[in-house]
């Protein structure tokens, strides 16, 4: 049983937005973890209202640019011995590849299965991102993956 609160080695997963953890929780394949981890929902927080913690007691890599995708304010730290060891803050990456799918129904993507869902950052301050083939517009920071 996970002791929330005391992770020897490992990461916790802070300031996710309300009601995205589950979704990351996904992301990240935490339900078919074989080590401890604690999604905790709904957790009071002066600059949010209410936020989603993750906490994982093992270090496990993640891609941090996809997960930035999906949410730039989440920090993550790294626990070691008990004491935090490094804070990582997450922003926007450039561009993403495979993480969300092209919504026109016309874009090459759609019908050829070999082509990557690639989308690249064109507006950081609205979280914009375009299709590289078809320049359909996707929000980000949205929680959405695939
Ligand atoms: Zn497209």
């Known amino acids: 049983m996970l002791n929330v609160d005391t992770i020897k080695n490992g990461l916790v997963i802070d300031h996710i937005r309300?009601?995205?953890?589950?979704?990351?929780?996904?992301?990240?394949?935490?339900?078919k973890?074989?080590?401890?981890v604690a999604l905790i929902m709904n957790v009071p927080s002066k600059t949010m209202g209410k936020k989603d913690i993750i906490k994982i007691?093992?270090?496990?890599n993640i891609d941090y640019s996809v997960l930035g995708f999906i949410d730039p304010n989440i920090t993550v730290n790294v626990i070691m011995d008990e004491h935090i060891a490094k804070k990582i803050t997450l922003s926007l990456p450039d561009r993403v590849e495979n993480v969300i799918?092209?919504?026109?129904?016309?874009?090459?993507?759609?019908?050829?299965h070999y082509v990557p869902h690639s989308f690249k950052?064109?507006?950081r301050k609205k979280a914009e991102y375009a299709c590289?083939?078809?320049d359909e517009l996707?929000?980000?920071?949205?929680g959405d993956v695939f």
């Open 18 to 31: 309300s009601g995205c953890g589950i979704k990351i929780f996904n992301y990240l394949g935490l339900d």
């Open 33 to 36: 973890a074989d080590y401890c």
């Open 57 to 60: 007691d093992n270090i496990i």
């Open 101 to 112: 799918k092209c919504r026109n129904p016309r874009c090459i993507t759609t019908t050829e």
């Open 121 to 123: 950052l064109v507006n």
């Open 132 to 134: 590289e083939y078809c």
């Open 138 to 142: 996707y929000r980000a920071g949205v």
